[in-house]
């Protein structure tokens, strides 16, 4: 079936350690996004990419990076520079305006 | 460049209208909106493009007023599976698109 795969559902991490969130998508998708949800927050955009290999900054890329290197992939790094990366990170794709959503990633730095 | 919604929390019995507005400080170019049930990914409702128009079904319905750079959602008649929390997602010429901070909603029975 076609849509948007995130792994790993759950992850812990220690602080001061890079993680990366892998986001594949099966759906011919050009456009990509990553945001990040906090209670009461909404979604909030941290990198979005309209083509294979570019890619911009959203309003809270500060400690994140990415790549589009495949059409089907954009995985995003969470670093150490990132002051609280304890969230719900969600990856999304999409062609005609609509976005499809993964599961989800849920992050917890301990 | 978040836009507002509002009302922040809706609470309604089965059968009930609902009206969730969407606002920005900046044109737009399209209005999203999405519903997410707890613990889920969001999904998609409908997507307004420029022109003014209504898009939707016949019991959940969507204005845009690219003048006021405003957008509303209508729930009609309120079922229990309306439960959750919509985001409206608002779209630029820089292809962005920025979510609000949501409106959740409780149907009771």
């Known amino acids: 079936d076609g849509g948007i795969t995130q792994s790993p559902k759950y992850l812990f991490r220690k602080e001061g350690q890079n993680v990366t969130l892998s986001c594949e998508q099966n759906l011919n998708h050009d456009a990509m996004y990553w945001y990040r949800q906090d209670p009461g927050q909404g979604l909030r955009l941290i990198y979005y990419s309209q083509i294979v290999n570019d890619f911009q900054k959203g309003d809270i890329a500060e400690g994140y990076s990415v790549s589009r290197e495949k059409k089907e992939s954009f995985p995003l790094t969470v670093t150490s520079a990132q002051k609280n990366p304890t969230a719900f990170y969600l990856c999304a794709s999409s062609w005609t305006g609509e976005l499809f959503f993964g599961e989800g990633s849920r992050l917890t730095v301990l | 460049q978040q836009p507002v919604q509002s009302p922040q929390a809706v609470i309604l019995r089965e059968g009930e209208d609902a009206v969730i507005n969407c606002s920005s400080s900046?044109?737009?170019?399209?209005v999203h909106w999405y519903r997410q049930k707890h613990g889920e990914a969001p999904v998609f409702l409908m997507i307004l493009l420029k022109g003014g128009e209504q898009k939707g079904h016949e019991k959940i319905s969507a204005s845009f007023n690219e003048k006021k750079q405003q957008s509303s959602l209508y729930l009609t008649a309120s079922q229990l599976s309306y439960s959750g929390t919509y985001f409206c997602?608002?779209?630029?010429?820089?292809?962005?698109?920025?979510f609000g901070k949501g409106t959740r909603l409780h149907i009771l029975p």
């Open positions: 997602g608002t779209e630029y010429r820089d292809d962005k698109i920025i």
């Open positions: 900046k044109a737009l170019y399209s």
